[in-house]
């Protein structure tokens, strides 16, 4: 039995709508979907309502784009089971709003260097997200005849990092994202179960004893950016820590350079059980 923990819809930065996800989940045969879009649970109750639709049992979840402050990286946590989703997204709601400024401001940066590109038109480009996201923006340029693929040279070229003494690109814009640690409290005081995701990929590896303190209940292990050697590093932490494992396919749809297929990596039955045993000290999966 297969459970992909991580995809991302049009809700936030995936290119497909909630109904069209569940769709390809039922038809490929995966039995349970979680959609953690980014900083946001707005799509919970369309995602419950396409899995009874499909026979998939949809778990809540969010994925919190954090940072991890004291080492000066990206740390992005899932959070699964909440009990007060909507609490989780109201602490998230300034980073949408943040995000938003942000994207509208890079819009207004690459037209003053002389892009034909409008904020109207990418909103357009962004119709049922919660928020106006690089890829977004990326797919307005490619509508404009600017790029034919979302993430080749000219996102490469606009986006660039500083680094080496050298700029960055035009639409490179740092985002004040919300403390790691206060990440993991605020998806524990939701009564959710809280997971770093995709540690390796994101460099957090040093991260996860402090944030046990926190409230870690789990690992990401089983996602496109890890390799073998990084899963068995991932499930030696776990097994140290007594943490569970999770795994999903990160899916964009479009969204991504390289596409990653829902379903490609996924959380078996067996640690699937291991969630739910972690929020309620008992097992109680039972799929549709």
Known sequence: MKADLHCHSRVSDGSLEIREIVSIAQKIGIKALS??????????AEAENAGKEY??????????????????????????LMDKPQQVGEVCRPMLIKRQITSEGIVERLSEAGYSITWDF??????????????????ALMELGYTSALKAD???KLFAKPKDGNPGGIAYQEIQYIDVFEAVKVIKQAGGVAVLAHPIGYKNMELIPELIDAGLDGLEAWHPSHDDAAVNLIMSEAE??????????????????????????YTSREWLELLYERKNNKSHFSPI
């Open 122 to 139: 990418v909103k357009k480009i962004s119709r049922g997200s919660t928020n106006v996201y690089k890829q977004h923006i990326m797919h």
């Open 35 to 44: 959609i953690v879009d980014h900083d946001t649970v707005d799509g919970l």
């Open 240 to 265: 140290k820590y007594g943490l569970i494992l999770t795994g999903g396919s990160d899916f964009h749809g479009m969204y991504e350079g390289k596409p990653n297929l829902l379903g490609s990596c």
């Open 154 to 156: 000219l996102y490469k």
């Open 55 to 80: 026979g998939v049992s949809i778990i809540s979840g969010i994925e919190i784009s954090a940072y991890d402050y004291r080492r000066g990286r990206k740390a992005h946590v899932l959070g699964f």
